[in-house]
T-cell receptor, first 114, second 113 residues
Framework: KAGVTQTPRYLIKTRGQQVTLSCSPISGHRSVSWYQQTPGQGLQFLFE???????NKGNFPGRFSGRQFSNSRSEMNVSTLELGDSALYLC?????????????FGQGTRLTVV | AQSVTQPDIHITVSEGASLELRCNYS??????LFWYVQSPGQGLQLLLKYFSGDTLVQGIKGFEAEFKRSQSSFNLRKPSVHWSDAAEYFCAVRPGGSYIPTFGRGTSLIVHP
């Protein structure tokens, strides 16, 4: 079974631009979560999607948004990029929500804002 | 406030030595507990998890962890470390009523030959 796939793996953008990252979950998984990882802040939760609906959102500005499609694939978008948005963005998929469900992570997208 | 603490930012061990990485949490009830490993430039891989039952859980790559309710701890152990174990290790905690895990800040493991 294929794992969680994130594209692209690496991205360089300029301040003020916007970016879209993609995540394809494990087949059959319906929950997708996104995290931002930086050396200073560690792993911070961005949002969680289940059945095309955002179920939870972390403490990030409105420039960060996402969506989930009917095939459970998810995208996240960051508008008006700032230097501080440089990070590794990780996507995790789960078969279901809560309970004894475990999350499987993709390899991440490394975003560099210059 | 709910929190997850990994007290050691870095740990250095010699190859073949035993290893224990600490994780403490602050939650009202017994949460779901996880340990993940992250190699440089990679995503997180699940090593093991605790949901209920036997408090000593076995994971992949020879790792085990013990849940101690009285100490609110879930420490990761390995009897003999290999050079390939050098990586970042994250403890994660998800309260029973929550869908979102909270991650510790991570412990970087350095293995000397």
């Amino acid at each position: 079974k294929a794992g969680v796939t994130q594209t692209p793996r690496y991205l360089i953008k300029t301040r003020g631009q916007q970016v879209t990252l993609s995540c394809s979950p494990i087949s059959g998984h319906r929950s997708v979560s996104w995290y931002q990882q930086t050396p200073g802040q560690g792993l911070q939760f961005l949002f969680e999607y289940f059945s095309e609906t955002q179920r939870n959102k972390g403490n990030f500005p409105g420039r960060f948004s996402g969506r989930q499609f009917s095939n459970s694939r998810s995208e996240m978008n960051v508008s008006t990029l700032e230097l501080g948005d440089s990070a590794l963005y990780l996507c995790a998929s789960s078969a279901d929500r809560g309970g004894d469900t475990e999350a499987f992570f993709g390899q991440g997208t490394r975003l560099t804002v210059v | 406030a709910q929190s997850v603490t990994q007290p050691d930012i870095h740990i250095t061990v010699s190859e073949g030595a035993s290893l224990e990485l600490r994780c403490n949490y602050s939650y009202g009830a017994t949460p779901y507990l996880f340990w993940y490993v992250q190699s440089p430039g990679q995503g997180l891989q699940l090593l093991l998890k605790y949901f209920s039952g036997d408090t000593l859980v076995q994971g992949i790559k020879g790792f085990e962890a013990e849940f101690k309710r009285s100490q609110s701890s879930f420490n990761l152990r390995k009897p003999s470390v290999h050079w390939s174990d050098a990586a970042e290790y994250f403890c994660a905690v998800r309260p029973g009523g929550s869908y979102i895990p909270t991650f510790g800040r991570g412990t970087s493991l350095i293995v000397h030959p």
